[in-house]
């Protein structure tokens, strides 16, 4: 469970440091699944609950669309791959 905190940290911040968020969209939140191989390579990205403000929706699609790979998968799973899913809000992100 630690590993997996642990990697779902890092791509926490690997993404909180790529989003620009936009100017006005306080209150908002928008979330992405995200499909990360084993590999780190990134597999799928969707936008599965819309904010409302295609500002904000745009911003964090660019930010999940400009990174290019995570870390490889920990151990700890067993998979091919994990979904993850990841709220971005107006405060910063969560998950």
Do not use: C, H
């Not at 295609?54 to 998968?73: I, K, Y």
């Amino acid at each position: 469970a630690n590993e997996l905190s642990a990697y779902y940290g890092s791509v926490y911040r690997i993404l909180d440091a790529a989003w620009a968020k936009p100017p006005g969209v306080s209150g908002l939140a928008t979330e992405v699944r995200i499909r990360i191989a084993r590999n780190g390579g990134i597999l799928k990205r969707e936008l599965v609950g819309p904010s409302g403000s295609q500002a904000m929706d745009d911003s964090v699609m660019a930010a999940v669309r400009s990174v290019a790979t995570f870390p490889r998968l920990p151990d700890a799973i067993s998979g091919a791959y994990i979904d993850v899913t990841i709220k971005f809000e107006s405060t910063g992100l969560s998950m």
